[in-house]
């Protein structure tokens, strides 16, 4: 039995030294997809979770709570979401995006997008006060003022940011809905290994799991450094 | 209420507020009915503990909208079109516990210079001017975090001298501060004083402090009650009385 995992492992890794085509399509796939749905919820989500903490409009409670619940909604819930949205008698059929990277793009955006504004909202709302209006009084435009904020909290948008990455580079539900697992097209890592593990086929089922490892642990280590000199202030 | 700015051909920059109300979960926090804030000025601000110094103090640097009444500037340079109805930037308003950014001294000190457009040898001037009259030269390169109460006050009272405002208002400036950083925060309070730039100063143990002041804010009875005449040093009680008359001569 130990025998068989040690040989599933050389596998794996030589699948992935080897740079085998099939698995770094895959991958390719799976980094694209989830980094531009990143990239474009990024600056909005940040911007909503600063004024949803530093505003108080009428229904902030209420919005506050929607994003929170959402949070929480399962991804495949999701995934009928969008597939029914991108379907030919959708509201978006025009679009064509059913099976396709931008319909796995706008599926995975749906997901991050409430991880992001949820915690970045956390962060803002645990930020000194008193930051804000030194800016402000010390004559900052309110975009650089937001900045400055941004800056004071480097370490929890980061998390915000990892956090929402990890989901949606690692949800399978709405991948496998809305993109369909076509190999060469929308075949992401985690459709990857949930399709290969019902095959048998766990050596590269096992390769594709070692990238996520990796990159949970590059993560990390960015993180870590990131860090720097931001230990908990006295005043 | 309305915030607006009337830019006029009156040389002195100035703040007015006009019958100006502030409630705090409903319950009045104080009401005035007429104040003016102008270069030149130098004020002292009195109160007791949660009578409304900071809120007042803040109403005024625009940071906080006042419940009733209006407060505009006059006599300031215009900012860009989309930035006129704003007091913000204006008088500058500093802490009591200062708030230093994540970073180094040097980038502390020179966060509000990126919004002045400045030559470089006008803002390398600043620069060692309020290093000097800071004395922050050894520190420089220290983290902003690792600054003693005295230094982040200093680092505080240059940051904001390096944009050469022309209304500044300090709250409890010299409080919980060792003799040697009281008088170095002194002086340079007085440096402002003499460059012309209008001061309003809060402090509940003011004997140096009072020494400056021309005109006296007391906020009592939920009214602010303005005059002419500064409360004697004696009037107060101040344990470090000597020190800070030292301050001032210096």
């Known amino acids: 039995m130990n025998e068989g995992w040690l040989a599933l492992l050389q596998q794996a890794f030589s699948l992935l030294l080897s740079l085998d085509p099939d698995v770094w399509a895959i991958i390719n796939i799976s980094f694209s997809v989830s980094f531009a749905a990143l990239l474009i919820t990024f600056i909005p989500s940040i911007v909503l979770g600063f004024i949803l903490a530093f505003s108080h409009f009428r229904g902030r409670w209420v919005v506050t709570n929607l994003i929170q619940t959402l949070q929480s909604i399962p991804t495949v819930v999701i995934g009928l979401l969008v597939y029914l949205l991108l379907t030919r008698q959708g509201v978006l059929g025009d679009l064509k995006w059913l099976f396709t990277q931008q319909g796995m793009i706008l599926g995975q955006m749906l997901i991050c997008a409430p991880v992001m504004i949820a915690l970045s909202q956390a962060a803002f709302s645990s930020v000194d006060r008193r930051a804000w209006e030194t800016s402000r009084t010390l004559g900052a435009s309110w975009i650089r003022a937001v900045w400055t904020l941004c800056r004071e909290l480097r370490v929890p948008l980061l998390l915000a940011i990892i956090a929402a990455f990890s989901r949606i580079l690692t949800e399978v539900g709405c991948s496998m809905m809305v993109g369909g697992n076509i190999m060469n097209v929308t075949r992401n890592i985690p459709t990857a290994i949930a399709l290969e593990t019902s095959k048998g086929d ?9 990238v996520l490892l990796i990159l949970a642990l590059v993560l990390n280590f960015i993180l870590g450094s990131l860090r720097g000199k931001a230990l908990p202030r006295s005043h | 209420m309305a915030w607006t700015t009337n830019l006029s051909t009156s040389k002195l920059a100035q703040i007015h507020a006009q019958n100006v109300l502030m ?6 926090l104080f ?9 030149g000025d130098v004020i002292y601000l009195q109160g007791d503990n949660g009578s409304g110094k900071s809120t007042l103090m803040k109403i005024l640097a625009g940071l906080i909208t006042p419940t009733e009444g209006t407060v505009y500037g006059q006599g300031f340079t215009p900012k860009s079109w989309w930035q006129t109805d704003s007091l913000l930037g204006k008088a500058v308003y500093l802490h009591q516990h200062p708030y230093l950014f994540e970073g180094s001294v040097k980038y502390n000190l020179t966060y509000a210079l990126n919004q002045l457009k400045l030559t470089a040898s006008e803002r390398s001037s600043r620069i060692k001017q309020a290093i000097n009259m800071a004395q922050l030269n050894d520190l420089l390169g220290h983290h902003a975090s690792d600054l003693s109460g005295g230094e982040r006050q200093r680092l505080a009272i240059a940051r904001a001298w390096i944009m050469q405002p022309k209304l500044l208002m300090l709250d409890e400036p010299i409080s919980n501060m060792d003799k040697h950083s009281q008088r170095l925060v002194l002086a340079m309070i007085n440096q402002l004083k003499q460059d012309g ?33 500064v409360p004697a040093a004696e009037a107060v009680h101040q344990p470090n009385t000597t020190e800070l008359h030292y301050g001032t001569t210096n």
């Open chain 1, 202 to 210: 766990f050596a590269q089922a096992i390769a594709l799991g070692l």
């Open chain 2, 23 to 28: 409630t705090f979960q409903k319950s009045t």
């Open chain 2, 31 to 39: 009401s005035v009915e007429q104040l003016h804030f102008k270069q």
């Open chain 2, 197 to 229: 730039t209008g001061l309003l100063i809060s402090s509940h143990q003011t004997c140096g402090l009072t020494a400056l002041c021309q005109q006296h804010w007391h906020i009592k009875q939920k009214t602010i009650h303005t005059s002419m005449h």
